[in-house]
C-alpha cells in the first residue's frame, strides 16, 4: 500500500495507523515554542553503562565488563559513547562512537534515538551492541522527570572478574609477611623546600702558619636534612679559590670511620632461609629485628646551635652565629630566645682621625679639600639631584628675585638699585644694578653668578665655610655680599607664591606661623585693637590702607616682625589691583603676528580641534588645546598663547576652542590695532626692570579680628 505512513484529512491519524516520532520534541501544550536546537542548546544528558565484551580466544577469560558513558544531545538527537582510559589495559578506549544520530535496531531502523527511548535499568542497542543502562547523573534525572518519564531504580555495577583476579593475585604475591617500614622522604621535601638554615662558624686549624681562625659558612636544607660548608676567604689569603669547604651531603656525627663492605649499609636487613619452591614464594624474608644492622647517626636540626662544636669529618668547627631565618625557625620550633653571637675576631684597631690641614688660599675650599682626600685629585661632585629638581622647566623658572638698596651712608650709593637672583638649582647668587640716567654710575652686572660665603667667618680654616641658601634671602633680610650690605625691600610675584607653596622650608611665609605668632602677642588686647581699627575706619567700609596696616602690626609687635612677615598677613587678608591688559589689545596683537608669519591653516586647526572633542560640545580642556597649538608649531610666544587661552576657558577649565580660533583668524575677522595702557601708582622703590605682583590697596580687618579673638557678639 502506497503512502501507507500518510495521515488522513486534517493532519488526522487513519484507523490502524500510529505516530511515528523521529524527533526529540515537547509534548503538546507543553514548553515553550523555540525549536529544539534553541530550547536544548547546550544540554547533555549523561548516562552510565556498561556492555559485555566476549574473549573467544584466551582460556583466562571468557567474557570482559568494560563501562562507558552514554551522551545523549536533545538539541539534534545524537549520541556518543565513550570508555575511560585505563592505563596498560591495552585496550582502544576512549571514544567508542562518535557523535551522531544512531538508528533504532530493527525493524524500526527507519527511525532514530530520541530522549523517550532512554531509562534507568534498560538495555540500548547501538550498532548490534546491547548496553545496559544502570544510572544516570541528577541533572538527567530531573530533565527526564519533566518531560514525563518514569525513572526506574539504578542498577548495580558488576566488576570484571578477570581484572578482579588480576587484582588479588597481585595482592596475594606483593604482600610480605611482616609489612615494610615506609620512608616518607616526600612530605618532608614539600613542606621544607627551599628553607636554608645559616650559621657563621669557624676552624682553627692547626696546620695553617697564618694566624686567625678560618671562616665558613655552614648551610643546614631542611628538605633532606644535608649540610655542606663554604670558606670565606679574605683578600689576599693566598689560599685558592675552591666552590666547597664541604659538599652537600648528610654529615655523620663520628667521622672519619672504618670503611665498611659493600651492601653493609642499607635500610632493610634480609635473613637467608628456606623456603618452598612454589611460585611467588622467596628464599628471603626481612628481618624485622634489625640483626647486625649498622646505624649511623646524622647531625639535625636540633644539634646545630651556637656556641656548640661540630666534627666535620675530623675538623672541629665552632658555631658562632646565624641569621634571622634560622633564629625564627628555632624559636618557633625549639623555643631557643638567646642567640648571642660568639665574638671570634679581634676588634680592628681604631681608625686614626683624619686631620684636614686648614685652607690655604688657593682654589676654592671645596678643591683644596679634595686634595687632602687622595692622591689623584678628582673633581667636586655636585648635587646632582638639586638640579635636577629646582632647575628650570617651561616656565617654572626656579629663581627668587629680590629688589634690594645698598646700606651705606653715602648720599650717592643710597639711591642705587639692585636686583638680587638666587638660583634655586645650585645655591648661587648674582647682582644686577638698575641703570637710571643721570646718575654717573653705569649699571649692570654687578657680581658675577656664584656661591657667596657668609660674613664673619674664618678664612683659613679646617672647616667647610657655610653659604647663604634660599632661607636666609627674605624682604627686610639684611645681607653682606663681599663687603658690601644689602636691604632687601621687594621681591617678585614668582618668589612670594614659591615662598607660601614651600612654606615649610621658609617660617616667614608660612601664614599659620605668623598669625599664631600675632595672635600670641594680642590675646589680652581685643577689646583695644577693636577700637583702633574702628577709629581707623570712622566710614565703616571694613577696609584700611596697607601702610596703616603695617604701622600697626610694627606698634603690636615692637619689631618683633619682618616685613616678608608682614607682607605675608597682607596679602592673605589684602584686596589687590587685579588690573589687567585689554582682550582686544591681546587679539590684536596676536594676529599681527599671525599676519607676520603668514599662518593660515586656521581650517585645519579647526578640524583638529573638532577630531579630539568627541562629544561634540566645542569644549576641550586648557592641556589639549595647547597641545593642538603645539603640534602646528603656531607662531606665538608662549606666554601670549596661555594668556589667551586663560581668557577664553571657563570654570571648568575648559576652553571654548571655536571662538577662540575665530578670534585669531586675521583674514575673516581682523581685530583693529590700538593700544589701551593703564599707567602704574608711581612709587619710589619700584623701577620697570622687576616684575612686581599686584600690589595689595587694602587690608579687609573684619577677618582679621574674626581669626584673631573669634566672632562679636
Known amino acids: ?100 544520530q544512531i538508528p533504532l535496531p ?8 530520541t530522549m523517550y527511548d532512554f531509562n534507568i535499568n534498560t538495555e540500548i542497542t547501538l550498532y548490534g551492541r546491547k548496553y545496559k543502562i544502570i544510572d544516570c547523573d541528577e541533572y538527567t534525572k530531573n530533565f527526564l522527570r519533566k518531560i514525563g518519564i518514569r525513572l526506574n531504580p539504578p542498577a548495580s555495577r558488576p566488576d570484571d572478574p578477570y581484572t578482579t583476579e588480576r587484582q588479588q593475585r597481585h595482592l596475594a604475591s606483593t604482600n610480605p609477611f611482616h609489612p615494610y617500614e615506609r620512608f616518607d622522604t616526600l612530605k618532608q621535601f614539600l613542606e621544607f623546600d627551599g628553607q636554608v638554615l645559616g650559621f657563621s662558624c669557624v676552624w682553627n686549624d692547626p696546620e695553617s702558619q697564618l694566624t686567625g681562625p678560618r671562616e665558613l659558612v655552614l648551610r643546614y636544607y ?50 637467608n632461609v628456606l ?35 661540630i666534627n666535620v669529618w675530623g675538623r672541629q668547627i665552632l658555631l658562632c652565629d646565624c641569621d634571622e631565618f634560622t633564629k625564627e625557625h628555632y624559636r618557633k620550633k625549639y623555643g631557643i630566645v638567646d642567640f648571642t653571637p660568639i665574638q671570634y675576631k679581634t676588634p680592628p ?14 682654589g676654592s675650599e671645596e678643591d683644596s679639600l679634595s686634595s687632602c682626600r687622595g692622591v689623584v685629585v678628582k673633581a667636586l661632585h655636585k648635587d646632582y639631584r638639586q638640579f635636577l629638581e629646582k632647575d628650570r622647566y617651561g616656565m617654572d623658572s626656579n629663581i627668587l ?63 667647610p665655610s657655610e653659604y647663604y641658601k634660599a632661607q636666609d634671602l627674605f624682604v627686610g633680610a639684611r645681607v653682606c655680599f663681599h663687603g658690601h650690605k644689602f636691604l632687601l625691600v621687594d621681591a617678585d610675584e614668582y618668589t612670594f607664591n614659591y615662598m607660601e607653596k614651600n612654606a615649610n622650608e621658609f617660617p616667614m611665609a608660612d601664614f599659620c606661623v605668623v598669625f599664631n605668632k600675632l595672635k600670641s602677642m594680642t590675646e589680652s588686647r581685643a577689646k583695644e585693637i577693636r577700637k583702633t581699627f574702628s577709629i581707623t575706619d570712622p566710614e565703616h567700609t571694613n577696609v584700611i590702607g596697607y601702610d596703616t596696616f603695617r604701622n600697626w602690626v610694627v606698634s603690636v ?35 599681527d603676528k599671525l599676519k607676520k608669519n603668514t599662518f593660515e591653516n586656521f581650517e585645519q586647526l579647526n578640524a583638529v580641534f573638532l577630531y579630539n572633542d568627541r562629544e561634540k560640545c566645542g569644549l576641550l580642556p586648557y592641556e589639549t588645546c595647547r597641545t593642538i597649538f603645539k603640534s602646528f608649531k603656531f607662531p606665538l610666544p608662549d606666554d601670549l598663547l596661555e594668556t589667551l587661552l586663560n581668557r577664553f576657558e571657563d570654570n571648568q577649565n575648559q576652553v571654548d576652542y571655536r571662538k577662540f580660533v575665530h578670534a585669531l583668524n586675521w583674514r575673516e575677522n581682523q581685530v583693529r590695532v590700538f593700544e589701551v595702557i593703564k599707567e602704574p601708582p608711581k612709587r619710589e622703590d619700584i623701577w620697570n626692570q622687576l616684575p612686581r605682583s599686584p600690589s595689595v590697596t587694602g587690608i579687609r580687618y573684619p577677618p582679621l579680628l574674626d581669626d584673631l579673638f573669634g566672632k562679636e557678639e
Open 349 to 362: 684597631p681604631p681608625k686614626p682621625e683624619k686631620i684636614i690641614p686648614p685652607y690655604n688660599g688657593f
Open 557 to 591: 609687635a615692637g619689631g618683633g616682625f619682618s616685613e616678608h612677615e608682614i607682607m605675608t598677613l597682607g596679602r592673605h587678608y589684602g584686596m589687590r589691583d587685579e588690573s589687567q591688559t585689554d582682550l582686544h589689545f591681546l587679539l590684536s596683537v596676536a594676529q
Open 106 to 113: 530493527p525493524p524500526h531502523e527507519d527511525q532514530f534515538y
Open 222 to 271: 631542611l628538605s633532606d636534612d644535608t649540610i655542606d660548608i663554604r670558606e670565606v676567604l679574605p683578600r689576599n689569603s693566598g689560599r685558592d679559590v675552591v666552590p666547597f669547604f664541604l659538599k652537600r651531603d648528610k654529615l655523620p656525627k663520628n667521622a672519619p670511620t672504618p670503611p665498611y663492605h659493600p651492601g653493609t649499609i642499607t635500610n632493610y636487613t634480609l635473613l
Open 401 to 463: 628675585r629680590y629688589a634690594a638698596k645698598l646700606v651705606t651712608d653715602s648720599a650717592i650709593d643710597k639711591d642705587r638699585k639692585f636686583i638680587i637672583s638666587f638660583f634655586l638649582s645650585d645655591d648661587t647668587i648674582s647682582i644686577f644694578e638698575y641703570a637710571e640716567r643721570n646718575s654717573g654710575i653705569a649699571g649692570g652686572k654687578f657680581l658675577e653668578r656664584s656661591r657667596i660665603k657668609k660674613p664673619g667667618q674664618e678664612l683659613f680654616k679646617s672647616e
Open 1 to 100: 500500500m502506497m503512502f501507507h505512513d500518510k495521515p488522513g484529512i486534517g493532519g488526522e491519524l487513519l484507523p490502524g495507523q500510529t505516530l511515528k516520532v523521529t524527533n526529540s520534541v515537547f509534548p503538546e501544550g507543553i514548553g515553550s515554542s523555540p525549536p529544539s536546537w534553541i530550547a536544548f542548546d547546550k544540554q547533555v544528558l549523561c548516562f552510565d553503562a556498561y556492555f559485555e565484551e566476549e574473549v573467544p580466544e584466551k582460556n583466562q577469560e571468557l567474557y570482559r565488563i568494560r563501562h562507558c558513558k552514554i551522551y545523549f544531545y536533545p538539541e539534534d538527537d545524537t549520541i556518543q559513547v565513550t570508555e575511560p582510559v585505563v592505563k596498560n589495559s591495552g585496550l582502544n578506549q576512549g571514544t567508542l562512537v562518535r557523535r551522531h
Open 275 to 309: 623456603g618452598k619452591p612454589e611460585r611467588n614464594k622467596g628464599y628471603y624474608i626481612r628481618d624485622v629485628l634489625q640483626t647486625g644492622a649498622v646505624h649511623r647517626e646524622f647531625y639535625k636540626d636540633s644539634d646545630l646551635k651556637i656556641g656548640a662544636v
